[in-house]
């Protein structure tokens, strides 16, 4: 039934579609009516339902561990060519790993961990350049994590609000990349067939059971697993607690963010560059969002995500309020210094124009870029006291 339905699709809409899932199912009526719908506005997700908010209620959330203060941060020496590929891909129980969910604010992520992984390794004077890594797209339980060494690895992922991230994932990886035309049955088939507990799956440590009964104590284990888990909408909030809970420096968090709507993205394939549009909805793609089906597929990921933003906010209370207050403010001063001093002279893959440059200035694809012009910053706010 899938493949006709795939196949009906393909000739309503001569674009292709993109997926390696196998959940997708028939587009019953009123999604068909729906999809005669074209009216069109800019994106603003209005998700959640007195069941959402139960669930949420029924995970308790935890306060992310700090680091012990006498036990060395997990700075390892880095794998030879660690930013590659083969290497990437392979398994490590120690150093920073992160799992990172696809269009979660990850890009920013690693230029943020990347930074500090550097600053790290320098003051430290381990003799080498940078802490070891796992920063690629994947599964937690592919990367064998539960095997990890608690002691000297750091466990760490990105969520964003589901609806959010599903539609961003639509518009830049099919219709940004693919060029795919933004119908609502390419929209609807896409989101059924990617995303359905897409976060227990990436996540989960072990195997998971996708069914409601199980969603309350798999979400439990992730929260459990994990030494921190970041919330894209609250992503300074999230770097800051990040930063005092391994008691890093406000300037070794510094980043340059690449992916915006309206900019371009270079896809790291170095093939060129894809100019990134804006997440546009039709009135059929926003039924189909407020559907009990798409509620259902994303109840799991609902779940961990309102535990994930409970928990950053509990970490805060614990870790006193004014502190971290003072820190945010610190952090938000350091990023406005940094990008009024380095945005023209950082070399990102993609120029304003959306051409490549041949060369760029960035540690990894278009992550941790221009750290000569933030070292420059850092020793500016340093000689300044800040």
Same mark, same amino acid.
């Given at each position: 039934?899938?493949?006709?339905?795939?196949?009906?699709?393909?000739?309503?809409?001569?674009?292709?579609? %993109?997926?390696?899932?196998?959940?997708?199912?028939?587009?019953?009526?009123?999604?068909?009516?729906?999809?005669?719908?074209?009216?069109?506005?800019?994106?603003?997700?209005?998700?959640?339902?007195?069941?959402?908010?139960? *669930?949420?209620?029924?995970?308790?959330?935890?306060? +992310?561990?700090? +680091?012990?203060?006498?036990? !060395?941060?997990?700075?390892?020496?880095? *794998?030879?060519?660690? $930013?590659?590929?083969?290497?990437?891909?392979?398994?490590?129980?120690?150093?920073?790993?992160?799992?990172? !969910?696809?269009?979660?604010?990850?890009?920013?992520?690693?230029?943020?961990?990347?930074?500090?992984?550097?600053?790290?390794?320098?003051?430290?004077?381990?003799?080498?350049?940078? /802490?070891?890594?796992?920063? $690629?797209?994947?599964? #937690?339980?592919?990367?064998?994590?539960?095997?990890?060494?608690?002691?000297?690895?750091?466990?760490?992922? %990105?969520?964003?609000?589901?609806?959010?991230?599903?539609?961003?994932?639509?518009?830049?990886?099919?219709?940004?990349?693919?060029?795919?035309? !933004?119908? *609502?049955? &390419?929209?609807?088939?896409?989101?059924?067939?990617?995303?359905?507990?897409?976060? @227990? &799956?990436?996540? %989960?440590?072990?195997?998971?059971?996708?069914?409601?009964?199980?969603?309350?104590?798999?979400?439990?284990?992730?929260?459990?697993?994990? *030494?921190?888990?970041?919330?894209?909408?609250?992503?300074?909030?999230?770097?800051?607690?990040?930063?005092? @809970?391994?008691?890093?420096?406000?300037?070794?968090?510094?980043?340059?963010?690449?992916?915006?709507?309206?900019?371009?993205?270079?896809?790291?394939?170095?093939?060129?560059?894809?100019?990134?549009?804006?997440?546009? @909805?039709?009135?059929?793609?926003?039924?189909?969002?407020?559907?009990?089906? +798409?509620?259902?597929?994303?109840?799991?990921?609902?779940?961990?995500?309102?535990?994930?933003?409970?928990?950053?906010?509990?970490?805060?209370?614990?870790?006193?309020?004014? &502190?971290?207050?003072?820190?945010?403010?610190?952090?938000?001063? #350091?990023?406005?210094?940094?990008?009024?001093?380095?945005?023209?002279?950082? &070399?990102?893959? /993609?120029?304003?124009?959306?051409?490549?440059?041949?060369?760029?200035?960035?540690? +990894?694809?278009?992550?941790?870029?221009?750290?000569? /012009?933030?070292?420059?910053?850092?020793?500016?706010?340093?000689?300044?006291?800040?």
């Amino acid at each position: 039934m899938f493949i006709c339905w795939l196949l009906f699709m393909a000739t309503a809409d001569n674009s292709t579609l %993109s997926t390696n899932d196998n959940d997708a199912k028939p587009m019953d009526s009123n999604l068909i009516a729906a999809a005669k719908k074209t009216k069109i506005e800019t994106f603003e997700p209005t998700v959640d339902s007195e069941s959402m908010q139960e *669930d949420s209620n029924a995970i308790k959330p935890r306060v +992310w561990r700090s +680091w012990p203060v006498h036990a !060395p941060l997990p700075c390892f020496e880095p *794998d030879m060519d660690m $930013f590659s590929e083969a290497v990437q891909n392979t398994q490590s129980r120690i150093g920073f790993l992160y799992v990172r !969910p696809l269009k979660t604010g990850s890009s920013s992520m690693n230029g943020a961990v990347i930074r500090a992984a550097q600053q790290l390794a320098k003051r430290e004077n381990y003799g080498f350049e940078i /802490c070891k890594l796992r920063i $690629f797209h994947g599964f #937690a339980s592919t990367y064998g994590y539960v095997q990890r060494d608690k002691d000297k690895s750091f466990l760490y992922s %990105s969520l964003r609000d589901p609806t959010k991230r599903a539609v961003s994932r639509f518009f830049f990886a099919q219709v940004s990349r693919r060029k795919v035309e !933004p119908t *609502d049955l &390419k929209f609807i088939g896409f989101l059924k067939a990617m995303f359905q507990s897409s976060y @227990l &799956k990436s996540l %989960s440590m072990m195997p998971y059971h996708d069914t409601p009964e199980h969603y309350q104590r798999d979400v439990r284990h992730v929260l459990e697993d994990y *030494d921190f888990i970041a919330v894209t909408e609250q992503m300074d909030e999230s770097l800051v607690v990040m930063q005092m @809970l391994l008691g890093l420096e406000t300037t070794d968090m510094l980043y340059f963010a690449v992916k915006t709507n309206g900019g371009y993205d270079d896809g790291g394939t170095n093939m060129g560059c894809t100019y990134i549009q804006k997440s546009i @909805l039709t009135d059929g793609m926003r039924e189909y969002l407020k559907s009990d089906d +798409w509620k259902t597929r994303t109840r799991s990921d609902y779940m961990l995500y309102e535990a994930a933003k409970k928990s950053l906010h509990l970490t805060i209370d614990h870790l006193g309020r004014d &502190k971290f207050n003072k820190n945010l403010e610190d952090f938000r001063q #350091a990023m406005v210094e940094a990008k009024a001093k380095c945005y023209g002279l950082v &070399k990102f893959p /993609c120029a304003p124009d959306g051409s490549r440059n041949s060369h760029t200035d960035c540690i +990894w694809e278009d992550s941790g870029c221009g750290q000569t /012009c933030l070292n420059d910053v850092t020793k500016e706010l340093q000689h300044h006291g800040r």
